[in-house]
């Protein structure tokens, strides 16, 4: 008797150990995705001085080009996180990175301004499905806090890691083939990403969704979009009527989106969610925290290359610290947060942060790598630890049903942030850089091509005899510098805001339990046989 039944109590163990190890490579595959979008947002900034070479945008068109992707991946954010939670996260996930791959392959063969504008939009609507879709994977595969915690810590490392890959990988494309070849490296990780995640990634979408609701859908986009190029209008031109306009038609939309979702039975975003302070806190302190950012790191590069002379490979090199410092103060960041407090740990990320961009105001043509390379390793360390913290709680502040709604608010806020961080920082740089005087002798058109970007000046430069060329090149980098110093100091300030009100917001927060409560874990594993097959019916 005893020998039969020492059996089936080894039956369930194994089959917990076969489930855990699923959720663990289930886990591999969603960091794919996210290492998808890093390399993604990254190499653009390595490419811009070619691209500007060879397609000669406008100072405003390379603009668009560097926000329009976030423009619309902020306003499509809250409708896709909503739209996973009703058909399946794993059906949106891969569909969408298959639209990526594809799309990436167009806007490496962009002929012109517009169309790069065009695809990068495309782009940001694939990617729209990403990023939501990963983290509510994560939040409906780890219930245990702790372990999600590393999940999330894990995903938010491989977010950093694609910031590593994006430059170096980048500047080595750059040096031996052109611009356009830096979008093509997403075409191997979305066929990873497609091919395995079909096969071990577990379907999950809310049991009672509701319809999607397309007004709710078109209200948000029209509110997101018009108040995000309102405000880039506005820093770049002044308070003309189209931006007035925008920003007012945009107001409207969000004002008539939030009235509707408090009407709606089944809304496309619950607003009850914001009762929780935490997650209000850590959507606003990622918007802040992004907003100081995202300026400064898309002209970081330019700054390296065209500034102090560094090759694409070398200015991939050069950035490396900040992405390692993320990975690693990501990896820690769930048991900080428990060995101190949510508040502590991201306060003062934060603030960390925000004083490794002061240091920055002090930047010239000459400074140093040995004083370079520690600022962005301390803005890595800051960052990695306050976002993965952050990303923590609100995952945790709701039920698993409304998994994919609260992980789309969180991604809004961060792109929501990038667009307006370079809207807002790079209008600074763009500011100064256009008021630059150029030396006797430059004729008012090429003067006129010098001003409309970094790039360009290079090109006029090159055209010019010495030391004219040379004269003017000169005081192309440093009119851009001292715009970037200035950038530097209102992102500073950005940051440090943000540290203020999360140590405010996020007093008493705690990493707590799952929502659903810790039976949440064991009804998985009981129910576990139903689910597998659901699993791998979807794949």
């Known amino acids: 008797m005893t020998s039969q039944a020492a059996p089936g109590r080894r039956a369930p163990a194994a089959g917990t150990a076969r489930a855990g190890a699923r959720r663990w490579l289930a886990l591999a595959v969603l960091a794919l995705a996210v290492l998808l979008v890093g390399i993604d947002a990254t190499v653009l900034g390595l490419a811009t001085p070619f691209l500007s070479e060879d397609l000669r945008p406008t100072g405003t068109q390379l603009l668009w080009i ?3 992707y976030s423009f619309v991946i902020a306003g499509l954010l809250v409708s896709m996180g909503s739209l996973g939670d009703r058909i399946g996260r794993k059906r949106l996930l891969l569909s969408g990175a298959t639209v990526f791959g ?11 301004p517009e169309a790069m504008i065009l695809w990068r939009a ?3 609507v694939a990617g729209a499905t990403l990023m939501p879709a990963t983290l509510a994977l994560i939040r409906n595969l780890f219930h245990d806090p702790r372990e999600r915690s590393l999940a999330v810590g894990i995903w938010g490392a491989m977010a950093s890691a694609g910031a590593a890959v994006g430059p170096v990988a980048g500047g080595f494309l750059l040096e031996h083939f052109w611009w356009g070849s830096v979008f093509l490296i997403n075409l191997p990780v979305m066929a990873v990403l497609v091919l395995v995640g079909a096969r071990v990634l577990p379907e999950s979408r809310d049991p009672n969704p509701g319809p999607w609701d397309l007004p709710s859908v078109g209200l948000s986009m029209v509110g997101i979009i018009g108040v995000v190029y309102a405000v880039k209008e506005a820093a770049t031109h002044g308070l003309r009527w189209d931006a007035c306009l925008a920003g007012a038609l945009g107001a409207l939309a969000l004002a008539a989106f939030v009235r509707r979702q408090l009407r709606l039975p089944s809304p496309l975003l619950d607003m009850r969610l914001f009762r929780s302070r935490g997650l209000s806190g850590a959507v606003l302190a990622d918007l802040l925290t992004i907003l100081g950012l995202a300026g400064m790191v898309f002209f970081l590069s330019q700054f390296l290359q065209m500034v102090q002379g560094r090759s694409p490979l070398e200015a991939g090199l050069a950035q490396l610290p900040a992405a390692l410092g993320a990975v690693v103060s990501g990896l820690v960041a769930g048991h900080v947060a428990r060995r101190t407090s949510v508040q502590a740990a991201v306060s003062w990320g934060l603030a960390a942060v925000g004083l490794a961009l002061g240091a920055c105001v ?3 043509a000459s ?3 040995r004083l370079l390379g520690p600022i962005l390793l301390v803005v890595g360390l800051g960052a990695g630890l306050s976002f993965t913290v952050t990303a923590d709680v609100i995952l945790s502040s709701v039920p698993g049903e409304q998994a994919g709604a609260a992980s789309a608010v969180s991604e809004t806020a961060y792109e929501l942030g990038s667009a307006l961080g370079i809207a807002l920082l790079g209008s600074i740089v763009t500011g100064f850089y256009r008021g630059f005087a150029v030396p006797e002798g430059v004729g008012a058109g090429q003067a006129a091509d010098a001003r409309e970007s970094l790039g360009a000046a ?3 430069a090159g055209a010019l005899p010495d030391p004219l060329g040379g004269e003017l090149l000169a005081a192309a980098r440093e009119s851009f510098t001292e715009g970037l110093r200035t950038a530097a100091g209102a992102g500073s300030v950005a940051l440090l805001t ?6 405010w917001l996020l007093r008493g927060q705690r990493l707590g339990e799952d929502p659903e409560g810790p039976e949440g ?3 998985e594993s009981a129910e576990k046989p139903g689910a597998v097959p659901e699993a791998e019916s979807a794949g």
């Not at 594809?102 to 012109?112: C, E």
């Not at 943000?498 to 140590?503: F, H, K």
């Open 498 to 503: 943000a540290a203020a009100l999360a140590g």
């Open 362 to 364: 002090w930047l010239d």
């Open 102 to 112: 594809a799309v990436s392959v167009l806007t490496a063969y962009a002929h012109s």
């Open 521 to 523: 874990l064991e009804e």
């Open 122 to 124: 495309l782009l940001g």
């Open 458 to 460: 290079v090109e006029t």
């Open 66 to 68: 560097g926000d329009v």
């Open 367 to 369: 400074t140093d790598y």
